[in-house]
């Protein structure tokens, strides 16, 4: 049985062809873009992406598969189980002339028995609550990355004040997001995160919050993990 969620995927089908209008519901994920992947390249340091072999589990329309390809990463494959987000993003790299990311249709735990121990940096981003079995996302991506390589995941935290904040704020307030993008049983308590990364074999390095502030629109990394949160993982070396 394949880990998705067909209603979830046709969600993002659905709103596909406005992926790259940042005035769009993609909005938010344009404005966090350059905040999570300058931290990226920060946790990496020297070099960051640079040279690497990337793969982006969920990449939806390639905001951030694309952008780490024009940083530099020696090729990036982003994978998706939505048909129409893959199109628009393969549609936008050939436009863009970004040669060094391809796309594909595969779920990630058929990647990993297919490609093992092939990338260097995995990202993982604002996918893991939209998936039936987050755990088993965590450990395709354990098996897939290198020994000492980096995972990175970010998701959305599950208390009081991420559903009033990524629920009620985000999608019924300030209509950042499309009612219903987010369901609450979903969300992912970061001790949980840490669970099934620990069991994966995966070590967690660096733990951030992302805040958002409704009077500049502006998105900052902190310490708050309260509501969006990231994590930066590496794999132990044999
Ligand atoms: N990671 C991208 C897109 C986030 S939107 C970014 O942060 O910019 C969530 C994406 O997860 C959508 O493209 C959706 O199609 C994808 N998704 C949902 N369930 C999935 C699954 N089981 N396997 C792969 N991708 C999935």
């Not at 070099?47 to 982006?56: H, I, S, T, Y």
């Not at 199109?87 to 790299?93: D, P």
């Not at 436009?95 to 594909?104: S, W």
């Not at 297919?114 to 098996?143: N, R, W, Y």
Request: aromatic share 8%; net charge neutral; glycine share 10%.
């Amino acid at each position: 049985m394949i880990n998705a969620d067909p209603q979830e995927l046709a969600k993002f089908s659905d709103l596909a062809h406005r992926w790259w209008d940042p005035t769009s519901e993609f909005k938010p994920l344009h404005a966090i873009n350059p905040l999570r992947l300058d931290w990226i390249e920060a946790v990496l340091g020297a070099g960051g992406v640079g040279g690497k072999r990337v793969l982006d589990v969920g990449c939806g329309g390639g905001i951030l598969a694309e952008a780490m390809a024009r940083r530099g990463a020696l090729d990036v494959l982003g994978i998706d189980l939505a048909q129409k987000p893959l199109r628009v993003a393969k549609l936008h790299a050939l436009e863009a002339g970004v040669g060094n990311v391809e796309y594909r249709e595969v779920a990630v735990e058929a990647l990993a028995a297919e490609k093992p121990v092939a990338f260097d940096v995995i990202t993982c981003m604002e996918m893991l609550e939209h998936v039936p079995d987050p755990s088993s996302v965590v450990q395709a991506c354990a098996g897939l990355v290198k020994p000492g390589g980096h995972v990175f995941f970010s998701t959305i935290n599950r208390n009081l004040k991420s559903f009033a904040f990524a629920i009620v704020g985000a999608e019924y307030v300030l209509k950042l997001l499309p009612k219903g993008t987010h369901e609450y049983a979903k969300f992912i308590r970061p001790s949980e995160l840490a669970r099934a990364c620990r069991q994966a074999g995966l070590q967690i390095e660096r733990t951030r919050g992302m805040d958002y502030n409704p009077l500049t629109g502006r998105y900052t990394l902190g310490d708050d993990t309260g509501v969006n949160y990231l994590f930066a993982c590496r794999k132990e070396a044999p």
